[in-house]
């Protein structure tokens, strides 16, 4: 079975600063790894994906993100952030063996940056 | 870039009613579609996979006469909301998974459901 833990439900970060929002998952065959973000009231906006190559993987926004097999970790980061960064972050997880027939969600981290 | 809508975008209904609630795929073909709910500061929780031409599969604890799902064609699947109480109330959204590898799935933007 599929699984992604996001453990820090909210993250607080300075404008300008670097930030980072973790992310581990569970999966039995190949991963395919996703993250979203999602504005009050709003569907999903897609950020980036790894599905092979690269460990490091550039998205929108200036947002990238890093595969790290070893530690099952693909977390988001961004060099500098903007206040307008603020929003909620969904990691996802898609077994790449199985034609990637489901997507599983995390439970979500609220980036907050202040001004 | 691939466009998947939702109809409508948000709906008001009295408790004991019917709520459709379409999902299309604009310009590409998706013989998957998948429904998640999503309550308030909470995660995605997939509800059920939908094919196209065959009876959709349900997750565990989603009831299957509650919700109705019917895939008719490559670009639209429906969900219904049967006989809807308040606790139905939540933001529902479909994405719509391109038919062929890497099998990309693309997002609709939602639909708020409230019964009253």
């Known amino acids: 079975a599929q699984s992604v833990a996001q453990p820090e439900d909210q993250v607080n970060v300075a404008e300008g600063n670097p930030l980072t929002v973790k992310c581990t998952y569970s999966?039995?065959?190949?991963?395919?790894l996703f993250w979203y973000v999602q504005y009050p009231n709003r569907g999903l906006q897609f950020l980036l994906k790894y599905i092979t190559g690269d460990n490091l993987v550039k998205g929108s926004y200036g947002f990238e993100a890093e595969f790290n097999k070893s530690q099952t970790s693909f977390h988001l980061k961004k060099p500098s952030a903007l206040v307008s960064d603020s929003a909620l972050y969904f990691c996802a997880v898609r077994d790449g063996d199985t034609g990637g027939f489901k997507t599983i969600f995390g439970a979500g981290t609220r980036l907050f940056v202040k001004a | 870039g691939a466009v998947v809508s939702q109809h409508p975008s948000w709906v008001i209904c009295k408790s004991g009613t019917s709520v459709k609630i379409e999902c299309r795929s604009l310009d590409f073909q998706a013989t998957t579609m998948f429904w998640y709910r999503q309550f308030p500061k909470q995660s995605l929780m997939l509800m059920a996979t939908?094919?196209?031409?065959?009876?959709?599969?349900?997750e565990q604890g989603v009831e299957k006469d509650k919700f109705l799902i019917n895939h008719a064609s490559l670009t639209l699947s429906t969900l219904t909301v049967t006989s809807a109480h308040p606790e139905d109330s939540s933001f529902y959204i479909c994405?719509?998974?391109?038919?062929?590898?890497?099998?990309?799935?693309?997002f609709g933007p939602g639909t708020r459901l409230t019964v009253t």
């Open positions: 939908s094919n196209e031409g065959s009876k959709a599969t349900y």
């Open positions: 994405s719509a998974r391109y038919r062929a590898p890497p099998y990309e799935q693309y």
């Open positions: 999966v039995s065959g190949n991963p395919y």
